[in-house]
């Protein structure tokens, strides 16, 4: 007997176990047949992260090599990123990854179910990829200070290595990262799963922490600049944009999605 297997384009990603049926009068005999993966379908026109343009497809979802543009506004600096998505055993991390997660241990059929929705699995990734804040995540930030007992930000070149090593840690944040290597390995975990995904970087970033769309410095009577502002001018930044739909938010804000992995203050 031969059959066919067709998931509908909104099916929750992940792994599945497949066991075959059968009744017979009173007596029921079940078989195990095997597991399966399913992800996410950018060919799919049904499916949410679905992208028309075969080159674009090849380029942020395939393309397991990137560059990442840093440095400030007058040098900018490109530097190669190994993407690796389809290396051996990186899919089964990316999954764990899923269910490591504050969203899982809180209430995991809850998260479960909206594994489907590629706005949410980009939220839970997103936190994921950072562990300041204590949910088991890939990378430890570190800004400033010395760096000798552990990595140095600018000598990853890839997130493989980063990837394999959490795991071998038993899944402890590997020390350090910084915005473009957060950015780098979300890239990765998220073109695994099947959202097509890029890198963006942003020259004399301002960073806006009390959201009213200004840069607040502050002086004294004398002109001596006065520490008290939270918000900061970066040389530059660098996040993620995924591709999908938004039914939520309707059509015209479909396509390019904003993600942001470098922890720097807790949103919802």
Known sequence: MNFTISSPANAVIGRYNLI????????????????FVLLFNPWCP???VYMANENEREEYVLNENGIIFVGNAKYIEARGW???????HLLNI???????????????AIDVSRRGDPKYVGRVISSMIN???????????KW???????????????????????R????????????????GVMCTVLRCLGIPTRLVSNFNSAHDVDRNLSIDKYYDSSGKSLNISKDSTWDYHVWNESWFIRPDLGTSYNGWQVLDATPQEQSK
């Open 94 to 108: 990316c999954l764990t990854m899923l269910d490591l997660s504050l969203y899982y241990r809180q209430d995991p």
């Open 168 to 183: 071998q840690d038993n899944y402890k944040p590997v020390q350090y990262g910084q915005c473009w290597v957060f950015a």
């Open 144 to 166: 400033q200070g010395s760096f000798h007992s552990h990595e140095n930000p600018s000598r990853w070149d890839g997130s493989v290595v980063i990837l394999q090593k959490w």
């Open 82 to 88: 190994y993407y690796g998505q389809f290396q051996d």
């Open 20 to 35: 075959l049926q059968v009744t017979s009068g009173n007596k029921i005999f079940s078989r195990f047949l095997g597991q």
């Open 46 to 48: 049904d499916d949410d």
């Open 131 to 141: 562990g300041n804040d204590n949910d088991n995540g890939v990378l430890l930030g």
